[in-house]
């Protein structure tokens, strides 16, 4: 009898969390959009905290601007846990009609046959003006001349400097695009001046950076144009243009300028505390964190573009973060109003209030006009450094983002390269490495998708 309880209670808590996980992503009967007789609009997105107080802003403003839609935003956890239950709940009716996916997925969902190519609502809707919207960040989420997804939440990798620290050791800023050998002159000046009390900069082991330094750099990860002009089918790291990144690199951990915060979630956190508390001067990061950097910052913050190679001209940066996308197995009526409710989040104002309040960027071009921008750059002047790196870059395959498969384990795959440089490894070795890991699994999920 003891033994039967056993089995039981832990198949009685097994079947409870399955109902549990199950019936939480089913739209509730009672729902604000059912008693109105609007239409609802399930919507998916991975933002927590303070992001998430913002995208409730935009969705309240959404439902409160007309009658016939009401959206029900849903958080699925993190991008990869969201990228999962989008796959695995098409066709059912558990299926959201606009989710959120993050940028490294777009070949994913394109590729899918999932989604409604937001083209095909532009077409016929000659009252919004698309051209708007910044063309850098809708190239990255476009494909075959179509619009697929709409870009949403978007930053930029931007680098930041202790603006202070310079004035105080009579440093001159770097440039507003600099090259390596610009950031390297600061980072040394500083390292020196302060007595070795200071670093002069950091860069975070983190893929998506040196996949930037190649977009800024106008050159390709990936075969076929990063897989703009057709599936990519063979990665090349060991390039020219990513040596010449790490070598960069390189050199500012052999003058003693350097510091190394590591990989992950933790080491984002310790180089932002490292920053804050005047430990190290310059280090590049999402835009999205300049909030983070001026609430409580005793210092003034300096941001300027991405670097680029000396002997080059930066090319421009591709964006971070994510777009809305349209689930193709809603009736016509529903997916209209994701559309509906996609356009508004694109409005001048309420991409204005957005960037205010998230950090992320406005990206109407008419988002610059409003008040609520002009105060926040009359507030913080550096602010405005991100839209300007977005705006000044000319859309091209390098700087579009990469449309591959497999970019998580791809991202891993780099930093891993990454680590072993900064660790004294070589850098050839190192890159070749990471080559030919990324090769075999990009020509493993290639022949699974039935793709030469």
Not at 2 to 16: A, C, E, F, Q, S
Not at 63 to 89: C, F, H, M, R, W
Not at 176 to 189: C, F, G, H, N, Q
Not at 259 to 282: C, E, H, P, R, W
Request: glycine share 8%; proline share 5%.
């Amino acid at each position: 009898m003891k033994n039967t309880k056993k089995v039981i209670l832990p198949l009685i808590l097994v079947i409870g969390a399955i109902l549990v996980a199950v019936f939480s992503n089913i739209p509730t009967t009672n729902s604000s959009a059912s008693n109105s007789g609007r239409t609802p609009i399930v919507f998916w997105h991975e933002l927590g905290g303070p992001s998430e107080d913002a995208l409730e802003k935009v969705v309240d403003g959404f439902n409160k601007s007309q009658t016939k839609y009401e959206v029900i935003p849903k958080y699925q956890g993190t991008y990869d846990e969201a990228i999962q239950k989008i796959l695995q709940t098409h066709g059912s009716g558990t299926s959201p009609a606009v989710f959120q996916a993050f940028d490294i997925s777009t070949a994913q969902m394109i590729h899918s046959g999932y989604t409604t190519p937001i083209q095909n609502f532009l077409d016929k809707d000659p009252s919004f003006d698309v051209s708007k919207v910044s063309p850098t960040a809708r190239a990255f989420y476009a494909n075959g001349g179509k619009q697929q997804g709409m870009p949403f939440n978007t930053s930029q990798p931007v680098l930041y400097y202790n603006a202070s620290l310079l004035k105080k050791y009579g440093i001159t800023p770097p440039p507003v695009s600099p090259s390596y050998s610009d950031i390297t002159r600061v980072a040394k000046e500083l390292y020196e001046k302060s007595d070795h009390k200071v670093k002069g900069m950091t860069v975070q082991v983190y893929g998506w950076f040196m996949e930037q330094a190649l977009a800024n750099s106008g050159a390709s990860l990936a075969n076929n144009n990063d897989g703009h002009t057709g599936n990519p089918t063979e990665v090349n790291l060991n390039n020219p243009d990513t040596v010449k990144f790490l070598e960069w690199i390189r050199e500012n951990i052999k003058a003693g300028d350097f510091i190394d915060y590591g990989s992950g979630a933790s080491a984002g956190a310790n180089q932002t505390a490292g920053f804050l508390a005047d430990k190290v001067g310059i280090f590049i990061q999402s835009s999205a964190s300049i909030g983070q950097l001026t609430a409580n910052n005793k210092n003034e913050l300096g941001i300027t573009y991405f670097p680029h190679p000396d002997g080059k001209k930066a090319n421009g940066v591709a964006i971070g973060g994510a777009a809305l996308w349209i689930s193709n197995d809603k009736p016509k009526e529903v997916q209209q109003g994701a559309y509906e409710f996609i356009k508004y989040a694109l409005k001048p104002e309420v991409q204005a209030q957005w960037q205010k309040d998230t950090g992320y960027l406005a990206l109407n071009k008419d988002s610059q006009k409003t008040d609520i921008l002009k105060d926040l750059y009359k507030k913080t002047p550096a602010a405005k450094v991100p839209g300007q790196q977005l705006a000044a870059a000319t859309p091209n395959y390098f700087n579009s983002g990469i449309l591959m498969e497999g970019m998580q384990l791809t991202r891993q795959l780099e930093e891993i390269a990454m680590e072993t440089v900064y660790s004294g490894g070589d850098i050839d070795k190192a890159l070749k490495t990471a080559d030919k890991n990324i090769n075999e699994n990009l020509h493993t999920l290639n022949k699974a998708n039935g793709y030469k």
